[in-house]
């Protein structure tokens, strides 16, 4: 039995460490990273939260009804004086009488209703362009959320292969220095080839424990931004080479700059301005509601108002209510001018917003046309780097170069392949500051 509850617990223990595993492709990253994403999910709560404040706005013209219950104890009821003579007393004189009951309890219902109110029309539309803010304000976050995810995957890459590069490049080294020091030893080489790739052995070895370290934490910001806890064993399915292809299609004469969700929400300040205007425009309207109020009231000089036996009377009142502003002392007015004035602020915010879209997507296709020639020319100067270097290591093995003459070499080689990575790199990220800019991936209806 006690083995038994082992294996359980062992096998308990493995499906716990597998469950601690993910695996994304770039694609499945963004996915889950829009739905698990802490800010992504703050987003989503920011629409909820405006669309409890539209049906706030409009519930305050629909019906509304309160109750009243309204109960009093006169412990020490007022006295009035009465003259005397009303009673046929001596004239001049006053008799104290005690009006009304000791006890009074009374209950109310109103039902109120809007019938009229400029600003309530305008507060309905306010409202739904609060709504279409908050969810410009999550595609935007959701834009963001995507690119900071790619160039995590990317960095997670570059760094990966940075390490794959490094194994290569020191099993080569360590080759060498092998060769070298036994050739040294037999009194065929100088002390000094050894030492230079001592030292350029060193030199990678310590490159590549660094390598690690930035992959860990590299790891640890995708799984951050992806939304997941930062210790999880991660695995990328992607490849390098599969992200670092060039967005052609991307790069347009022409941009459609209405999809830019800058623009989207500039035109929203902008109809949230002309609103407020027509708001306190509004006020200068009258306004009308209607009421109905139902109620029964009682009195006792004992509290007995749960017996059946006792009246209560009952009373109703039907209303209006004109509010009609006449006069506010230039208040009124100057609300409407200083409202004015902020929609022609944003207006110019709006044109100002536009121009700097356009120059954001001109800035990024400068960007990621660099970013293409960049690698092109990475490219064919690491298959030059690659080429010098063996033809150094094939002299250096004949004797025909020195071992300067090889540290030379592997260092170009090595400087072409960081030169290579870094252009990767940048091919991935502004592709996706390009589509950033131009909303390729549209999130309006999604999520």
Do not use: C
């Not at 519930?59 to 104890?73: K, M, V």
């Amino acid at each position: 039995m006690t083995r038994i509850l082992i294996i359980f617990l062992l096998l308990s223990g493995v499906s716990l460490q597998a469950q601690d595993k993910k695996s994304f492709s770039l694609e499945e990253a963004v996915t889950y990273a829009l739905d698990n994403n802490s800010t992504a999910i703050n987003a989503r709560r920011d629409i909820a939260k405006a669309i409890k404040q539209k049906w706030e706005t409009t519930a305050s013209g629909l019906p509304q009804i309160s109750g009243t219950i309204d109960y009093q104890n006169q412990l020490k009821q007022p006295t009035s004086f009465i003259p005397s003579e009303f009673f046929g007393g001596e004239a001049g004189t006053f008799t104290p009488v005690v009006f009304g009951t000791a006890q009074n309890v009374s209950a109310t219902a109103t039902l109120t209703q809007l019938i009229f109110d400029g600003s309530y029309l305008v507060g309905l539309k306010a409202a739904k362009a609060f709504l279409d803010f908050s969810e410009n304000s999550n595609e935007k976050t959701q834009l963001e959320i995507r690119k900071g995810v790619i160039n995590a995957y990317g960095s997670v890459l570059i760094t990966q292969e940075n390490i794959a590069i490094l194994d290569s490049n020191i099993a080569t080294v360590k080759k060498n220095l092998d060769e070298t020091r036994i050739i040294f030893e037999n009194g065929l080489a100088e002390e000094e080839d050894v030492e230079q790739l001592q030292i350029t052995y060193s030199q990678l070895l310590n490159q590549r424990t660094n390598a690690t370290r930035l992959e860990d934490i590299a790891i640890q910001m995708f799984n951050l931004a992806v939304g997941v806890d930062i210790e999880t064993e991660t695995q990328f399915t992607d490849t390098l080479t599969s992200l670092a292809k060039p967005g052609l299609g991307l790069i347009q004469d022409s941009p459609e700059i209405q999809k830019n969700v800058d623009y989207k929400i500039a035109q929203n300040l902008t109809e949230q301005r002309s609103l407020e205007l027509k708001l306190e425009r509004s006020k200068a309207l009258p306004s009308l509601r209607g009421f109905i109020n139902v109620g029964t009231s009682a009195g006792r000089n004992t509290f007995d108002f749960f017996d059946s036996e006792q009246r209560y009377f009952a009373s109703s009142i039907l209303g209006f209510t004109l509010d009609v502003p006449l006069f506010s002392s230039g208040a009124r007015g100057a609300r409407t001018q200083r409202a004015k004035i902020a929609l022609e602020q944003a207006e110019t915010d709006f044109e100002y917003a536009q121009e700097q879209i356009r120059l954001a997507y001109e800035r990024a296709k400068s960007e990621h046309e660099l970013a293409i020639d960049n690698l092109k020319v990475s490219r064919d100067n690491l298959s030059l780097a690659e080429r010098i270097e063996q033809k150094n290591q094939i002299k250096f093995r004949e004797g025909l170069s020195t071992s300067f003459e090889l540290r030379q070499a592997q260092t170009q080689l090595y400087t072409a392949q960081n030169t290579m990575l870094q252009a990767m790199l940048d091919m991935i990220n502004s592709k996706a500051e390009l589509e950033t800019v131009l909303n390729t991936p549209d999130y309006r209806n999604k999520k």
